[in-house]
C-alpha cells in the first residue's frame, strides 16, 4: 500500500469518527444539561475530545504525506508523532477538567433528573462506539496507523465507561440514590490514564525507539539468503515516521570476493528489503572473514570462548586476524542490562592480548540497537 492510499483511508476513517462523535456530543450535552449531570457531561467532553483528536490526526496524516524537499530530504513523517503528542495532550486536558467538575459536585451535590430518554442516548452511545472501536481499531491496523488504532482502543474504552454512567442513570431511577458524581470522577480518571499513556507512547516516538524484533529478524534473514553472506549484523533502522526507515546493516562475507561481488550482493539486499519491507538500506559494511585457513577458525573458536564467558555479550562479529600484519579485531555487542561495561570490556581485552601476544588487538563495542 502506498502513501497516498494510507492516506485516504486515514482520512476516511477519521471523518467517519468525528462525525460519530460530534453527534455524541450533542445529544449527550443536551441530555446533560438538562438533566443536571456531570457524569453524562463528562462523557460528552471526552467525545469531543475523540473528535478533536481525529481532526489532528487528519491534519498530521496530510502534513506527514509532504514530498520531501531540500530542507527536509527525509520527508514530513514524523509530524504524525508530533501531532500524536497533540492529541494526548487533548485527552489530558479532558480528563482534567472532567474530574475538576465531578469533584465539584461530590462536595456541593446537586439534584439530578433522569428520564427514559436518557436511558436511550446513553444506550444508543454505547452501541455507536463499540461499533466504532470495531471499525476504526481495524482500519488502524490495515495501514499500520498508531493513531487510528489508538482512537479505535479509546472508543472501546468510552463504551465500557458509559456503560458505568448507564448503571449510576438506572440506579437514581429505581433506588433513588445518586452515584452520578462519583461515576463522573471515574470517567475523569480513565480519561486522563489514557491521556498519559497516549503522551508517553508519542514521546517514545519522538525520542526513537527500538525497531521491532519481528521486522529486524526478517531483514537480517533477507541478507542471509545472498550467497556468500555468512551473517549479518549492526541493523541501524531509523524511523522517519510511520513505516518510513533508513537503514544501514553490516554482512560478513569471504575475504576471497572481489568488490565486484560485494557490489552485486549489496545491491541485491538493499533491493530485496525495499520491496519486501519497504526499509531503504543507504549502507551495507562488509566484514572480511577467513572461511579456509584452519589455524585461523581454531583462533576464532579461541577468542569466542573467552568473550561469551561473560554472559552479558549478547554477540561478537567481524573478526578478522592478520598474522603478518599482527592485528586482531572484532566487535563485541553487550546487553544493556549490564552495567559493569568497562569492566567486561577490559577482561576481554587483557585475555585476549595475553593469548595473542604481541598482537595488535582492536575490540569495538558495538550498541544493542536491533534483534
Do not use: C, W
Not at 508519542?202 to 524484533?213: I, M
Amino acid at each position: 500500500m502506498n502513501s497516498n492510499q494510507r492516506e485516504k483511508i486515514v482520512v476516511k476513517t477519521s471523518v467517519l469518527s468525528i462525525g460519530a462523535n460530534l453527534m455524541l456530543v450533542g445529544f449527550k450535552a443536551a441530555v446533560g444539561f438538562l438533566s443536571n449531570s456531570i457524569a453524562i457531561i463528562s462523557d460528552a467532553i471526552n467525545n469531543l475530545s475523540d473528535a478533536l483528536s481525529s481532526i489532528i490526526t487528519i491534519v498530521g496524516t496530510k502534513l506527514a504525506n509532504k514530498t520531501p524537499d531540500r530542507k527536509h530530504p527525509y520527508g514530513y513523517g514524523r509530524i504524525e508523532y508530533i501531532t500524536s503528542l497533540a492529541v494526548s495532550a487533548i485527552v489530558l486536558y479532558a480528563g482534567i477538567t472532567a474530574l475538576i467538575e465531578s469533584v465539584k459536585k461530590i462536595i456541593t451535590p446537586e439534584a439530578v433528573d433522569y428520564n427514559i430518554t436518557t436511558l436511550i442516548v446513553l444506550i444508543a452511545g454505547i452501541i455507536v462506539k463499540f461499533a466504532l472501536g470495531i471499525y476504526v481499531k481495524k482500519k488502524g491496523r490495515d495501514v499500520e496507523s498508531d493513531s487510528l488504532v489508538a482512537s479505535g482502543a479509546d472508543a472501546f474504552n468510552d463504551a465500557i465507561l458509559s456503560i458505568s454512567v448507564l448503571a449510576s442513570a438506572i440506579v437514581y431511577m429505581i433506588f433513588g440514590i445518586s452515584l452520578e458524581a462519583y461515576v463522573g470522577a471515574i470517567v475523569s480518571v480513565f480519561i486522563i490514564k489514557a491521556g498519559i499513556e497516549l503522551i508517553r507512547k508519542s514521546v517514545n516516538n519522538v525520542l526513537g525507539t527500538r525497531v521491532e524484533s519481528s521486522l529486524s529478524k526478517a531483514i537480517k534473514r533477507e541478507a542471509l539468503k545472498e550467497e556468500n553472506v555468512q551473517g549479518a549484523f549492526d541493523l541501524i533502522l531509523t524511523d522517519y515516521g510511520p513505516n518510513k526507515y533508513l537503514g544501514s546493516i553490516h554482512i560478513e562475507v569471504p575475504g576471497t570476493l572481489s568488490v565486484a561481488d560485494i557490489d552485486k550482493i549489496s545491491r541485491n539486499i538493499t533491493k530485496r528489503v525495499s520491496k519486501k519491507y519497504g526499509v531503504m538500506l543507504h549502507t551495507i559494511g562488509v566484514y572480511s572473514i577467513n572461511t579456509e585457513d584452519e589455524e585461523i577458525i581454531a583462533a576464532r573458536k579461541k577468542v569466542e570462548e573467552i568473550v561469551f564467558a561473560h554472559k552479558e555479550v549478547l554477540q561478537m562479529h567481524g573478526f578478522y586476524l592478520d598474522m603478518e600484519d599482527k592485528t586482531l579485531s572484532f566487535d563485541i555487542i553487550i546487553s544493556f542490562s549490564a552495567h559493569n561495561y568497562g569492566k567486561i570490556y577490559q577482561d576481554i581485552y587483557d585475555k585476549i592480548k595475553q593469548l595473542f601476544d604481541g598482537y595488535k588487538i582492536n575490540i569495538t563495542l558495538d550498541i544493542d540497537t536491533s534483534d
